[in-house]
């Protein structure tokens, strides 16, 4: 069974940095990309940072300049550095992957549960 965990939230002054990781376990034939969202109390989920299997990142503008993700050589952990932080980057923050289980032809999308960041002013 493959499971994605995260890691690594927490309370943070404004100005502040986290490091969020996730690790992607269990029976998987290959990694097609794995990302980073963000849902905020009363708003819908968003894509923070994304990485393909190539290598290649995108990053939500507001976020450009400040967070940087990045993966293991194994390639089966992505972390997120969040520089400067601020209090509107307050958010639940979930890893995503689209991979390939074992056994299958075709990706799939994998959530882990969520980490909680608080950044205060």
């Known amino acids: 069974q493959v499971q994605l965990v995260e890691s690594g939230g927490g309370l943070v002054q404004a100005g502040g940095s986290l490091r969020l990781s996730c690790a992607a376990s269990?029976?998987?034939?290959?990694?097609?990309?794995m990302g980073w969202y963000r849902q905020a109390p009363g708003k819908q989920r968003e894509l923070v940072a994304g990485l393909i299997s190539g290598g290649r990142t995108n990053y939500a503008d507001s976020v450009k300049g400040r967070f940087t993700i990045s993966r293991d050589n194994a390639k089966t952990t992505v972390y997120l550095q969040m520089n400067s932080l601020k209090p509107e980057d307050s958010a639940v923050y979930y890893c995503n992957a689209d991979l390939i289980p074992m056994g299958y032809m075709d990706g799939m999308d994998y959530w882990g549960k969520g980490t909680l960041v608080t950044v205060s002013s």
């Open positions: 269990g029976s998987i034939f290959s990694i097609n990309a």
